[in-house]
């Protein structure tokens, strides 16, 4: 059985418990946001912090009390799997055993899918019996479209048809690209939400695309707009030693569409390199398409980077591309490329297009577009000098530092606990 597997001091009756559910610690993205989370307040003498995570291993790290669940989406029984993204016991049991033995004041939810349903039962009757308050960060388009995702992965559109609805277009345009996968998301949504509506007391937006996009779903939702943490400190920035290199780190998959920047890059008659970092179930076709390019322009590393090792290869890097075909939410990627004086160039839709219009630097494209996509990739490869990071884009990327993320927390837990 899955259980605690870190206990530790009961805290005094003045400290206020806070209880961080967050699936996985290791990685980038919404795991790096919750890590930072965690670490806002280990040192913090009037908040006792606990943990509700599937990720036993990574929990590790941090010596507070840890509850561990158990991600469903790793059973190797397909049936088995099928039947835990609806419900799941063992979920529900340590969930209700963290909650009956921590007893927080305040639940911060990072994320939920891996849990099952199950999990938000259990939240969902601890906060009716008690004082404690729901606070969200939507990382992704769970909470808003029945895919997870706002892409229709048959037609590789981007869709927002069941917008706050969860209702069976998923099912009728096959959005999951396997109609057995989209019965079972409609099934798990429409379970979720029994425990979803009035579940949560604030919602966190990393980005104001996202904040606009839960509206939708309905006008009287208390969101907050606060960016994702991803720089200790401003770097100093310098636009000396530059390489003439554009890179791409991250998933290698469809709705990335690092792909067809490949593809056509390497028609470019060029000297400037693409350097392509990261895993995904395009990886080999990716491989292909190096292997049948004329140019030796592509160079790909085909393995996940922890941060140092990354750091070493992005660093002296011109430029940084992000293509992706469906609504990114506020990719930190961007951010920690401009912190180290490397220059975006994203798709012009969701959270990557106002983060370009907020640092006012870079470039953007219609990703499914080749001609725009071409314009842009001539037009670096051309240039001879970089566009300035001047001191407004500096004083920018204080809005991203660790520190006032956990300025902005505060005053939002302040803000439910009076």
């Avoid at 965690?38 to 009390?65: G, M, R």
């Avoid at 140019?295 to 992706?324: G, Q, T, V």
């Avoid at 204080?398 to 300025?407: G, L």
Wanted: contains cysteine; proline residues 3%.
């Amino acid at each position: 059985m899955y259980q605690a597997v870190l206990k530790y001091g009961k805290a005094g009756d003045n400290i206020k418990k806070l209880l961080i559910i967050a699936s996985k610690l290791s990685g980038g993205g919404a795991e790096h946001v919750a890590r930072n989370n965690i670490e806002c307040f280990l040192q913090d003498s009037e908040i006792k912090l606990a943990l509700l995570t599937c990720d036993k291993d990574s929990s590790k790290v941090y010596n507070i009390d840890t509850f561990i669940a158990k991600d469903f989406r790793k059973s190797k029984n397909i049936i088995l799997k099928a039947i835990e993204s609806i419900y799941l016991k063992h979920n529900y049991l340590v969930t209700k055993n963290c909650l009956s033995e921590f007893k927080p004041d305040i639940i911060h939810i990072h994320d939920y899918i891996p849990f099952s349903p199950s999990m938000l039962k259990a939240v969902y009757e601890y906060k009716k019996q008690s004082s404690c308050k729901i606070i969200m960060t939507h990382h992704t388009y769970s909470f808003i479209c029945t895919n997870d995702s706002l892409y229709n992965y048959s037609s590789c559109q981007l869709c927002e048809k069941c917008v706050g609805k969860f209702d069976k277009t998923i099912i009728k345009d096959n959005c999951y690209n396997n109609y057995i996968g989209s019965i079972m998301k409609y099934l798990q949504k429409n379970r979720m939400m029994r425990y979803m509506n009035g579940l949560i007391d604030i919602h966190i937006a990393p980005s104001y695309f996202m904040r606009d996009m839960l509206l939708k779903v309905n006008k009287s939702y208390r969101i907050e707009v606060i960016f994702n943490p991803c720089i200790k400190e401003i770097p100093q920035i310098t636009d000396n030693d530059k390489d003439n290199k554009l890179v791409y780190f991250g998933r290698i998959s469809k709705e990335k569409n690092i792909l067809k920047i490949a593809d056509l890059f390497s028609t470019l008659e060029t000297s400037m390199k693409l350097l392509i970092i990261g895993t995904g179930d395009q990886s080999n076709e990716l491989k292909e398409i190096i292997e049948n390019s004329k140019n030796n322009n592509l160079i790909f590393i085909n393995d996940f980077l922890n941060s140092d090792k990354l750091y070493n290869e992005i660093i002296h890097a011109k430029y940084f591309i992000l293509p992706s075909v469906w609504y990114e939410n506020s990719p930190v990627s961007i951010v920690e490329a401009i912190s180290l004086g490397i220059v975006p160039i994203v798709s012009d839709i969701g959270g990557m297009k106002e983060l370009i219009d907020y640092f006012k630097i870079g470039y953007s494209f219609n990703p499914h577009n080749d001609n725009s996509i071409m314009e842009v990739l001539k037009n670096i490869t051309n240039e001879n000098l970089l566009p300035n990071i001047d001191n407004n884009v500096i004083l920018k990327l204080n809005e991203f530092t660790n520190e006032n993320y956990k300025d902005n927390i505060i005053k939002i837990y302040g803000k439910v606990i009076k």
